[in-house]
Structure formats: C-alpha cells, structure tokens
C-alpha cells in the first residue's frame, strides 16, 4: 500500500476539518504571500494577475508544495540541495502533516495548514494531493526513469497534479477532466523545462532524470551525461526536452481556454514564462548549463502583455 492508499483510507475515516478564525486565515496567507515571494519571482509575478481570492488560495497551495519541496531535498525555497541521510523519515513527516491537515487539525507548520485550508475552501480532492507525494515518494526511493513514459508519469506526480489542483482553484470542475487534462499538461511542460535547465544541478545532486532509453539514444554511458566529451549530445536531450516541453504548452494553453479571464490571463503568462526557460535552453545548445538559464524581468513583462492580448482573444 502506497503512500496515497494509507492516507486517503486514514481520511476517509475521520471527522469533516474545522473552520478557521479569520485571524488565523490572515496569519497563513500573510505566511503563503511571504513563501511564494522568496521561493519563486515567475510565480509571484503570474499570481498577481488573480482576483484577490484566487490570489490567496493559489500562495496558500504553493506554500504547502514549496515546503513539501523543500522538507524532501533539504532546500530553503528552492536552491541548493542538501545531502539527504533520511528521506523515508522525511516522507512520512510530510504524509502524516498532510493527512493532519486534511483531517482540520494544526500541525505547528503553517505551510500544513495553509493546505488544510484552502483544500478546504476550494473542495480540492484528495487525490491530487497524494499524487504530489507519490513524486517525493520516487525521488525518496532514488528513482530513475527508464523509459519516456516513466519520465512522464514523475512530471505528472510532482507537477502535473499541482496544475489540476491549482485549476480546481482557479474555479474547474473536479469532474472536469478534460479541462484538468490539460492543467496537468501545463504542469508537465513546467516540470520538462525545470529538467532541461536543472541537469547539472540534479548531476551534482546525484539525480538524473534523462531517461536511459534517451541515454542510449544519444549514446551517453549513464552517469556520464555531464562530461564536456558529451556536451554536443547532451545538447541534444536539451532540445528534445524543450520541444516536449512545448507540445504540453499547447495542450495546457487549450485548457486555458476553461478559465475565467483573470485566471486565464496568469496561466497564459506563467506558461509564456516557463516556455521560454525551455526555450533558452535549445537555444543555448552546448552552453545551457555553463550558468543557470533565467528568464529576465523584461522578458517576464512581455509575457504578461502578451499573456493580456491572448486571453481576451480567447
């Protein structure tokens, strides 16, 4: 019995949560607004194209998936990741603060209960929610994909399933799959373009999420992919990346189309964003991992005009 099973049968068993007082509703969305302004600018700045209250429950659910990411890799908001000496201790702490949440009572981690509140407010099914563990679950395990769709089936678990829940904010219906369809598509282009900028990173961590069957393609020994003798056929996994990463941009920009305009308006531009990390590194070629690839601020504002433009247009 997976991680998911465990806790859902937990839940299933326990009482309705508890409503909040509005003092401490401001107290966690004052905490989710600081999160997400440290651990993420694209973020931040897509957010804020939100009416208010589509606004909170979105840095309410980063929050908790910003602190979830972090427990797991030993970061502080994104970063650097630490060596790990227990990562099945640390998934269960992040299961059993979850399942806590989720059941209405306080965790001592404002993250936990931020979640506990807007899954509340916004019905958000459960299932998403242990679909996200399920990827720390693989990462905990030391996974690796072998094949595409292995490497598919992990950007689903650690981001697709936030683009259904973040959807199911934004006012979807959780019976809506084809809509939701689309949201995780968009969540999978995100997670594609975090692969493609992050190989040297996830190298240094010992992680890799090339899948073998593309090693072999390319003809790079496993574990090898960062030597400069590889470099030119790395930039080939880079591209093959990006151009995936773009085909699920399209699938979830067609999904937009569900969206209230406000909610429309900052998916479109958060999806115009991450693009163009995706797109920087087929660009780049050999040199997508001399230094960080980063989108600028300018760059960012284009997105958000652009993003204005293409939601009216619908």
């Known amino acids: 019995m997976g991680v998911h099973d465990r806790a859902v049968n937990r839940h299933d068993t326990e009482s309705p949560p508890k409503s909040l007082s509005a003092s401490t509703k401001r107290m966690l969305v004052s905490h989710a607004r600081e999160s997400i302004g440290r651990g993420s600018t694209s ?15 979105a840095w309410l659910l980063y929050c908790w998936c910003r602190r979830c ?45 931020a ?8 019905t958000i099914p459960h299932k998403y929610i242990y ?26 678990h650690v981001a697709g399933a936030v683009g259904c829940m973040m959807a199911i904010v934004m006012g979807v219906d959780p019976d809506d799959e084809a809509t939701l369809e689309r949201a995780a598509d968009l969540g999978k282009a995100f997670q594609l373009a975090n692969i493609a900028r992050d190989i040297s990173e996830d190298d240094a961590a010992g992680r890799c999420y ?30 093959w990346l990006a151009d995936m990463a773009q085909d699920f941009e399209a699938s979830g920009r067609i999904g937009a189309k569900a969206l209230p ?18 797109r920087e590194v087929a ?14 601020k300018r760059a960012k504002l284009k997105w958000v ?10």
């Open 131 to 156: 679909d996200l563990i399920e990827g720390f679950a693989l990462d905990a395990s030391g996974w690796h994909p072998r094949t595409e769709a292995d490497l598919l089936k992990y950007c689903y």
């Open 210 to 239: 090339i899948p073998d069957e593309w090693l072999v393609e390319a003809d790079i020994p496993p574990g090898e992919q960062m030597r400069p003798f590889y470099r030119s056929r790395l930039a080939d996994i880079g591209w």
């Open 283 to 296: 660009a780049h070629g050999q040199a997508a991992w001399d230094r960080r690839v980063v989108v600028s």
């Open 261 to 278: 305009f406000r909610a429309r308006w900052a998916v479109l531009a958060a999806a115009g964003i991450y693009g163009d990390i995706a």
């Open 43 to 57: 973020f931040t700045l897509a957010s804020r194209l939100f009416d208010r209250k589509t606004r909170e429950w």
């Open 69 to 113: 990411d972090d427990i797991a890799d030993g970061q502080d908001h994104g970063g650097t990741m630490s060596a790990i000496d227990d990562p099945a201790e640390r998934l269960a702490q992040i299961a059993d603060l979850t399942t806590l949440a989720l059941e209405g009572h306080p965790t001592g981690d404002p993250a936990f209960d």
């Open 305 to 314: 005009l652009k993003a204005l433009f293409q939601a009216s247009m619908r």
């Open 115 to 122: 979640l506990g509140l807007v899954a509340n407010e916004c």
